[in-house]
């Protein structure tokens, strides 16, 4: 059963350019949710999406984007990339129904390493 | 506002020492949830533990015992006889009681480094 995959694991990009990220969800989930984390820093939530809509947003510009195709996986997309964009992007995913609020348990992936120059 | 603040940033013990690892936390709501994460250097974040805000009865699991105390918005994490694969940055982390939600605000993590 293979958890939640992302890829590409590592990329490199210039100022100014623009990037797609994507997420494979855990089998069986249908929500999944993308966080940035800074070198040395705690993951922050960008968004989340749940029937291919997005439900929640943390705060990140509109250069942050994301789509949820009805096989559950998901796309990140950033704009106009700046050099603070340089980070660790995490997906994660949880099951359907109730099982992700009563155990708010989030299966995370091992993440995109974003380099911009 | 949510805030989660871990103050040790980093950690270094020899092995088979016991480590605790602190966590203080912010909010609004009565009702929470209290995580913690495990990020080894592959990258990906492995679930701990959850702790609802209406349960403080602590917990321990194998090395691993929790230590919540709502009085003092903390929720701390030991490791007793820590080996050498416990090395990894750890998350406290912390989420509002709406259904559904998958935002969590994490701290900024504490770097433990287990010594053989």
């Known amino acids: 059963d293979a958890g939640v995959t992302q890829s590409p694991t590592h990329l490199i990009k210039t100022r100014g350019q623009q990037v797609t990220l994507r997420c494979s969800p855990k089998s069986g989930h249908d929500t999944v949710s993308w966080y940035q984390q800074a070198l040395g820093q705690g993951p922050q939530f960008i968004f989340q999406y749940y029937e291919e809509e997005e439900r929640q947003r943390g705060n990140f510009p509109d250069r942050f984007s994301g789509h949820q195709f009805p096989n559950y996986s998901s796309e990140l997309n950033v704009n106009a990339l700046l050099l603070g964009d340089s980070a660790l992007y995490l997906c994660?995913?949880?099951?359907?129904?109730?099982?992700?609020?009563?155990?708010?348990?989030?299966?995370f992936g091992e993440g995109s390493r974003l380099t911009v120059l | 506002a949510q805030k989660v603040t871990q103050a040790q940033t980093e950690i270094s013990v020899v092995e088979k020492e016991d480590v605790t690892l602190d966590c203080v936390y912010e909010?609004?709501?009565?009702?929470?949830?209290l995580f913690w994460y495990k990020q080894p250097p592959s990258g990906e974040l492995v679930f701990l533990i959850r702790?609802?805000?209406?349960?403080?009865q602590n917990e321990i699991s194998g090395r691993y015992s929790w230590n919540f105390q709502k009085s003092t918005s903390s929720f701390n994490f030991t490791i007793t006889a820590s080996q050498v694969v416990d090395s990894a940055v750890y998350f406290c982390?912390?989420?509002?009681?709406?259904?559904?939600?998958?935002?969590?605000?994490f701290g900024q993590g504490t770097r433990l480094t287990i010594n053989p």
């Open positions: 994660a995913s949880s099951p359907p129904g109730t099982t992700s609020w009563d155990t708010g348990e989030l299966f």
């Open positions: 909010t609004r709501d009565t009702t929470y949830y």
């Open positions: 702790r609802n805000s209406f349960d403080e």
């Open positions: 982390a912390l989420r509002n009681s709406i259904q559904g939600a998958q935002k969590l605000v």
